[in-house]
């Protein structure tokens, strides 16, 4: 057998690495973080101590499909997370209903500790202000641009996601609002789902919206109405565990 070249400590990143192959590999203490690995084969591996945190569907371990388990144990963990899925329009209302009391009860947490720990990131993670103008950004996205039709929604407050679909945007990322500024965007934001969910209809969510204009995310297509409302839903519930998780760490300083 060949000797293992040493590139240990090397960072990959903006990457294409489609149908390579890893044939005594070490991954040992490796960090993969917004990554793609859907399709991905892997035999004889050794998976040990491992931290997995993502988006889950048909992943077959051992012959097992874990994916329906996980989400199973999640829901026993925490019953609201079943409510996350809504398919109805009063079952929309519910989860928008939900979210709010929760975040309110985050933020809360978030108030009570040193102002400048909440523009601190957590293992490379976002900061909290960081994840709230992440949630501003999603609305946008998806409920004034997309639902709504606004061709232009977004604010220089929002955060965009960290991928090559938004580096032509066109405000500065790296910038440090107070808590309260954002919390006023979010405000607004979280009040325009409320007003779009209260006046939601089941024939609604069954329809498409309308043609979007304009650049920006999501492209100029059309979209199904119930995807692109859970999609903020979706967000929703899933950056307020990542920041509970993080507020820990921050708390614990």
């Not at 051992?62 to 994916?67: E, R």
């Not at 006023?184 to 009040?191: E, S």
């Not at 007003?195 to 043609?211: C, E, I, M, N, S």
Request: glycine share 6%.
């Amino acid at each position: 057998m060949s000797e293992l070249r040493e590139v240990s400590g090397t960072t990959f990143e903006r990457m294409k690495l489609t149908d390579v192959e890893f044939h005594w590999v070490d991954l040992s203490d490796a960090r993969i973080s917004h990554t793609g690995l859907s399709g991905v084969r892997m035999r004889g591996v050794e998976l040990m101590n491992v931290d997995i945190d993502g988006e889950l569907q048909n992943v077959v371990i051992n012959g097992v499909d874990v994916a329906p388990l996980i989400e199973a144990e999640l829901a026993r963990r925490d019953p609201d997370y079943a409510k996350m899925r809504p398919t109805t329009a009063d079952e929309f209302r519910e989860a928008w209903e939900i979210l709010e009391r929760r975040w309110g009860e985050t933020v809360e947490r978030g108030r009570a500790l040193d102002p400048g720990l909440l523009d601190e990131r957590v293992d490379g993670e976002w900061s909290f202000i960081e994840t709230l103008r992440h949630l501003v950004y999603a609305t946008d996205a998806w409920v004034n641009r997309v639902y709504l039709g606004d061709p232009d929604p977004f604010n220089p407050l929002d955060r965009p996601f960290d991928t090559l679909r938004d580096l032509e945007w066109p405000h500065q990322i790296d910038v440090h609002p107070p808590l309260d500024d954002v919390l006023a965007l979010r405000a607004d934001r979280q009040a325009t789902v409320r007003r779009v969910f209260a006046g939601l209809t089941d024939d609604d969510l069954a329809g498409q919206t309308k043609p979007v204009e304009g650049p920006g995310w999501p492209p100029a297509d059309s979209y199904e109405v119930a995807e692109a409302l859970w999609i903020v839903v979706n967000e929703e519930w899933h950056h307020r565990r990542y920041a509970e998780r993080d507020l820990d760490v921050l708390a614990s300083r």
